[in-house]
């Protein structure tokens, strides 16, 4: 199944900052989602960006997907304590969303 | 109101035993999952079904036997469990792509 791979593994940056990670992967897709993990907590559905789009917003979060290049990017603007989490990216063609290892994320007050 | 539920959220056990992990969604989805995060966080899915019948099956052990008495429910049974098996397990369920995910079971084998 389609797999995104998800760099860095750990970011660590202060309130106020952005947090920028990437996810990439290798076949054709329909779309492309990114999660949130709290620790101890099951995934949250954070965006979900279709094939022929090549940005979309949420809040403070924004997220890039080149096709071409096979990636994608989620900036999460003036962090916050409470993103203190780890993120994960999912592409998709069919029924199965796989996931990598996740981008540690740690906002330092 | 939880959304989708899973029980239970701790499981200690021995060796070679049997159990169950039990998962029920509310939201009226058509497709359910279980996935299963190792200690290095990567998350794997294991099974999936739609409208109770199973449509994706990777590589996982015979031990691991899915059943979805009906569409809100997806149970996972494990037999004989061994070390490897100690992981957090995951249900899911999607009805437009976006997946709703249970708080996990946390199955430790000792």
């Known amino acids: 199944s389609q797999q995104g791979e998800e760099d860095p593994q750990a970011l660590s940056i202060q309130e106020g900052e952005n947090a920028t990670m990437n996810c990439s992967y290798k076949?054709?897709?329909?779309?492309l989602q990114w999660y949130r993990q709290n620790s101890g907590r099951g995934l949250v559905h954070l965006i979900l960006?279709?094939?022929?789009?090549r940005e979309k917003h949420s809040g403070r979060l924004r997220v890039t997907l080149d096709t071409s290049k096979k990636s994608s990017s989620l900036l999460i603007t003036a962090s916050r304590a409470a993103d203190t989490a780890s993120y994960f990216c999912?592409?998709?063609?069919?029924?199965?969303?796989?996931f990598g290892a996740g981008t540690t994320v740690t906002v330092r007050a | 109101d939880t959304a989708v539920s899973q029980t239970p959220k701790y499981l200690v056990t021995q060796m070679g035993n049997d159990k169950s992990i039990k998962c029920e969604q509310n939201?009226?989805?058509?497709?359910m999952y279980w996935y299963k995060q190792d200690s290095k966080k990567f998350l794997k899915i294991m099974f999936s079904?739609?409208?109770?019948?199973?449509?994706i099956n990777e590589t996982v052990p015979n031990r691991f036997s899915p059943k979805s008495p009906d569409k809100a429910h997806l149970n996972l049974h494990i037999n004989s469990l061994e070390l490897g098996d100690s992981a957090v397990y995951f249900c899911?369920?999607?009805?437009?792509?976006?997946?709703?995910f249970g708080e996990g079971s946390r199955l430790t084998v000792l």
């Open positions: 076949t054709s897709i329909n779309n």
């Open positions: 960006i279709r094939s022929n789009e």
């Open positions: 899911a369920s999607t009805g437009a792509g976006e997946l709703f």
């Open positions: 939201l009226g989805h058509d497709t």
């Open positions: 999912a592409p998709s063609n069919d029924y199965k969303l796989s």
């Open positions: 079904y739609n409208n109770k019948e199973l449509i």
